[in-house]
């Protein structure tokens, strides 16, 4: 299977800083990652697909990039509403696998 | 607008068999992918499987031989079934639509518990 780390499991930030989120992938996935944000109550929102596309919807604040292994969910500016679970998923090949969520807080 | 809603119990015994249903509106599962991912306690995400356009289906091999996943396209909805759970098979089921998830249930808890 595809491990996928996320290795910060935890964030705290201001309102218009802007943070990074990384995911390093076992190994090469090409560009086949996405990112979601879940908060609580709220069904699970797709940001980025293909690595960097923004899903319909997502904020242009909201980036991604990486390819092969190593991945970055980049939020600018951030916004009081962008608190949440945050994870990466390939789909580089089955099982499709997630990485373990970055807890974003908002201070 | 593509909305999917998980039905089923909330208490399952060890042993026994979890079952859940999906159900879709707004877009056929005649097309796309259809699946089934689990959060557990402390947020841990395991996709389990899908179902898709065609009705051929795919599991995660960590499911081995317990995993079913069927479908009813004439009230579009899927299912999930799962035997011989234990309490390792607590956690919060998701049905969601595609390989990359734009689509999302709002989950339901399952408990496993005598």
């Known amino acids: 299977d595809v491990q996928m780390t996320q290795s910060l499991s935890y964030l705290a930030a201001s309102p218009g800083e802007s943070v990074s989120i990384s995911c390093k992938a076992s190994k090469s996935i090409s560009n086949y990652l996405a990112w979601y944000q879940q908060k609580p109550g709220e069904a699970y929102k797709l940001l980025i697909y293909s690595g960097s596309t923004l899903q319909s919807g997502t904020p242009s604040r909201f980036s991604g990039s990486g390819s092969g292994t190593d991945f970055t969910l980049t939020i600018r500016s951030l916004e009081p509403e962008d608190f949440g679970l945050y994870y990466c998923?390939?789909?580089?090949?089955?099982?499709?696998?997630f990485g373990s969520g970055t807890k974003l807080e908002i201070k | 607008e593509v909305q999917l809603q998980e039905s089923g119990p909330g208490l399952v015994k060890p042993s026994q068999s979890l079952s859940l249903t999906c159900s879709v509106t707004?877009?056929?599962?005649?097309?796309?992918?259809w699946g089934w991912i689990r959060k557990f306690p402390g947020n841990k995400m395991e996709w389990m499987g899908y179902i898709s356009y065609s009705g051929s289906t795919s599991y995660n091999p960590s499911l081995k031989s317990r995993i079913s996943i069927t479908r009813d396209t004439s009230k579009n909805q899927f299912f999930l079934q799962l035997n011989s759970v234990t309490t390792e098979d607590t956690a919060t089921y998701y049905c969601?639509?595609?390989?990359?998830?734009?689509?999302w249930g709002q989950g339901t808890l399952v408990t496993v518990s005598s």
């Open positions: 969601a639509r595609g390989r990359w998830f734009a689509y």
């Open positions: 998923q390939q789909y580089y090949e089955k099982p499709l696998t």
């Open positions: 707004g877009y056929s599962i005649t097309s796309n992918y």
